[in-house]
């Protein structure tokens, strides 16, 4: 019998896909405070962690899996209604195809590279939460929540930033790369009272705690769930 997927987990899955690709567009811009530059992807980006950590830890892996590989289709079919929206002829009294096609032609490598960056970081949140969950038998959801970020985060940057602004001084990519994590870390940590809070009432209300206990973390495995 084929699982059955709950309101709450669709609404989620949903939320993540907007996350993704939202940040995609917006990390077509560097912003600077203070000195420091990041792209401003970082605003809406740890939501998606915060809601594969919501995933493995609720629903498992393999759910967490499926949700990632659908977020990338939907975002994929994004950038390819952009590139159709720039080839499309623009009207005589509109004068903004200078930002719109710069966009969505920077678009498709921001993509890119979030697409490997991503599917690796996420998959390596995801698969060390899992892995600690049942080592720790459930216990302890706030330690593994934040090494789990700390880790896909490192990955997801170590492959985005090089790709997505490829060209850019390699110093200011290293402080991109070391603000952006720390960014994103305490991002998630500030509001990790929040995340275990959804996690227990999602637990509470869906009736599940999934345990992955022999499973196969290929990430390329899609119908096993």
């Not at 977020?71 to 994004?78: K, L, Q």
Request: aromatic share 16%; net charge positive; with cysteine.
């Amino acid at each position: 019998m084929k699982p059955r997927f709950s309101a709450a987990f669709m609404l989620m899955a949903v939320l993540f896909t907007v996350c993704l690709i939202t940040s995609n567009l917006f990390a077509t811009k560097i912003f600077s405070v203070g000195g420091i530059a990041l792209p401003c992807a970082v605003i809406i980006f740890p939501i998606s962690y915060i809601l594969n950590d919501c995933f493995a830890e609720v629903w498992g892996y393999r759910a967490s899996r499926l949700v990632i590989w659908t977020a990338f289709a939907m975002n994929f079919f994004v950038v390819l209604a952009g590139w159709l929206a720039v080839a499309l002829p623009g009207a005589s009294f509109w004068d903004g195809a200078e930002h719109f096609d710069y966009m969505f032609r920077m678009a498709p490598r921001v993509a890119f590279a979030s697409l490997l960056a991503f599917l690796a970081g996420a998959t390596l949140n995801a698969f060390v939460l899992s892995r600690m969950k049942v080592a720790q038998r459930g216990k302890a959801f706030s330690l593994r929540a934040i090494l789990s970020s700390v880790a896909g985060e490192l990955l997801d940057s170590l492959i985005f930033m090089p790709i997505a602004f490829w060209g850019a001084p390699w110093s200011q990519l290293g402080r991109m790369m070391l603000f952006q994590v720390s960014f994103k870390v305490l991002y998630e940590i500030v509001v990790l009272p929040v995340t275990a809070r959804v996690v227990k009432a999602l637990k509470q209300h869906e009736g599940v705690d999934v345990f992955d206990e022999g499973i196969s973390y290929n990430p390329f495995i899609i119908k096993d769930i």
